[in-house]
């Protein structure tokens, strides 16, 4: 309690008040009691002075010599044991100020000064001190009364009294005065001790409530028990803890909520203040933004540390500097990286830091780059035939082919060309449908080993014009599978087709089939060119060819019609492959629960 500074201070004020007031209470009491003292006296001595003056006047109208002085000495001075007979020192004077008698123990000063006030008596009739000028200031009581003779003034008589009586009264009172404040500050400091820490005991406690909030202890409660205002502040400040623990928790929530969304997205995300520093990123920057084989910066730059490129905080630290947008790509070995760097404005206007979005747009460049090479390709694809139709025609419409086998061998190029662009065609419209989302194929079990082995003596025929080995190794007690017949021969048909146009002459293309308890697993292999690891993942995408040099012949689109429709059937299909040795494509397809329906509907 003596360390608290309100205390003390609450303390201090209040025994100096106490202090302040006893100090002004004697001054007043001092003052006070001398105008009383005073105004007493005068009231005693006017009567004694109107007596007095009366005995004067009964000795004649004139003062003469002839009274009897030795009565009125008697009258004035005082006995043997000291005492006056009026309680007073008396002054007779005539009406010019002239002393005729007076106490003998009344001092020589005092009485050459009672000219004045004998001529204010004269004047105005009684007087008392403080209407007595040459008497207001002196330490004496004194009253004046004039004495009349046939209706005139002839004298005066002056009554003093000393104010030592006062004086040795209001220093007895004042010691008393001085006892009982001794005696009661003592007392009265007990109960203003008590009193202010009864005050100041809650308010510590709230103090200690408040710093316990300000370092996250919500659970702090104050004494709302006490009365008056220092309880309601009590339960203002439980209030006030109670909505604070609400609100952090709700920020918390969200807080966590924006971290696990920022977290998860593919992007990567910085978030720096309005002096740099980094005050959030996602763990997806760490992996985007650095290149492989390389090391973090050194280990003094945070920044550095999260991304090596000086070049990203160049731009961060110009979007600072100028409040302005920065949008631009970052190559990192074969992928890119596009950025952008946006300023934060604060609640107040100004500028509270920047948010950098980093975004891989490698799929997406590639995916236009594909398209790009896709439209090249269906224009130059459709532009062929279209060219060689229009090489032939011409001369027909012109009359110039004259020879019958001519003109006859011409119908048959233009016949070929215009089954090529009609396949190309129907190939487009395929593929529109089966990845708009709007075919539906119905599921029925059936053999695969049955539907390869029918396939297998069409594309006997197909190798050995083409001088290749085609090999069946297929079981006879093959499994059933729940597909789609159509979709299944199609799907065999476009694999096929693929192996027998890339692989050389003498080469061999192999359809196999292996089972598990789950799912039978179809592969078509063949011994051809192969493909490049680089081209493998994106052999299944539209339009894309691994082999540029048969742009006449393929139009890229068999593979993603096959995944499409697998995808579909809700089977999966894969590649293995080496360059120089040949490729597998093989694809799953589940067997048939004897449990479920014969028939039944697969969608997308």
């Not at 009672?114 to 009739?125: D, H, N, P, T, Y």
Request: net charge negative; with cysteine; charged share 25%.
């Amino acid at each position: 309690m003596r360390r608290s500074v309100l205390f003390n201070r609450v303390f201090g004020v209040v025994i100096l008040a106490i202090m302040i007031t006893a100090l002004f209470t004697t001054l007043i009491f001092n003052y006070m009691c001398t105008s009383v003292f005073t105004h007493i006296k005068e009231n005693e001595l006017i009567p004694r002075a109107r007596a007095l003056a009366a005995v004067i006047e009964d000795y004649g109208q004139h003062l003469m010599p002839e009274w009897d002085s030795q009565v009125l000495s008697a009258i004035l001075n005082a006995n043997d044991e000291g005492e006056m007979l009026l309680g007073a020192y008396s002054v007779i004077t005539d009406k010019e100020g002239n002393v005729i008698l007076s106490s003998g123990a009344l001092r020589q000063d005092v009485l050459d000064s009672i000219g004045e006030a004998v001529a204010e008596v004269v004047q105005r009739g009684e007087l008392r001190t403080k209407q007595i000028p040459p008497l207001r200031h002196t330490s004496m009581v004194t009253v004046g009364v004039p004495i009349l003779g046939e209706g005139e003034v002839l004298g005066a008589v002056l009554l003093m009294v000393p104010l030592v009586e006062a004086t040795l009264a209001m220093g007895s009172l004042n010691s008393a005065l001085f006892m009982s404040a001794l005696l009661a500050l003592p007392v009265v400091a007990v109960m203003v001790y008590w009193a202010v820490g009864r005050v100041t005991r809650p308010l510590r406690q709230m103090r200690d409530v408040a710093v316990g909030m300000a370092g996250g202890n919500f659970e702090a409660r104050a004494d709302a028990s006490q009365r008056g205002e220092v309880g309601q502040l009590a339960r203002s400040l439980n209030y006030l803890s109670r909505e604070l623990s609400r609100t952090i928790a709700e920020l918390t929530l969200e807080r966590n909520r924006l971290k696990q969304a920022l977290d998860g997205l593919q992007e990567g995300i910085i978030a720096v203040d309005q002096n740099g520093r980094v005050t959030h990123h996602n763990p997806a920057v760490s992996g985007m933004l650095r290149e492989p084989g390389t090391r973090s910066g050194e280990q003094g730059d945070e920044r550095l540390q999260l991304v090596a490129d000086p070049q990203v905080w160049a731009d961060f630290d110009k979007v600072l500097a100028g409040g302005k947008e920065v949008i631009r790509p970052l190559p990192l070995g074969d992928r890119v990286i596009r950025i952008r760097i946006s300023p934060l404005i604060g609640g107040d206007g100004k500028l509270a830091g920047a948010v950098g979005l980093f975004t891989d747009v490698t799929e997406s460049e590639r995916l236009e780059r594909t398209r790009r090479d896709y439209v090249a390709n269906v224009s130059h694809e459709m532009r062929t035939p279209l060219t060689a139709m229009r090489a032939l025609l011409e001369p027909l419409n012109e009359g110039m082919v004259r020879s019958d086998e001519t003109r006859d061998r011409y119908y048959a190029i233009m016949l070929r060309e215009t089954l090529h662009l009609s396949r190309l065609i129907d190939d487009l419209m395929e593929l529109s449908r089966l990845q708009s989302g709007q075919l539906s194929v119905q599921l029925q079990p059936l053999s695969p080993c049955e539907l390869a082995q029918d396939l297998s003596e069409k594309y006997l025929t197909v190798a050995r014009e083409k001088g290749l080995d085609f090999l069946l190794e297929v079981p006879g007690d093959c499994p059933r599978v729940l597909t789609n017949p159509d979709r299944l021969e199609q799907v065999l048909v476009i694999l096929l087709d693929n192996a027998m146009k890339y692989t050389p002459e003498g080469g061999r293309v192999t359809l196999s089939a292996r089972w598990d308890h789950r799912e039978v697993i179809m592969t078509v292999k063949d011994s051809g060119i192969g493909i490049d690891p680089e081209d493998q993942p994106y052999v299944f995408d539209r339009f894309y060819k691994a082999d540029k040099a048969h742009t006449s012949q393929v139009s890229g689109l068999g593979l993603s019609i096959a995944r499409e429709i697998l995808q579909i059937l809700g089977e999966r299909i894969w590649l293995d492959s080496e360059p120089g040795v040949g490729s597998a494509f093989s694809f799953s397809l589940k067997r048939e629960d004897p449990a479920a329906p014969g028939n039944r509907a697969a969608r997308p």
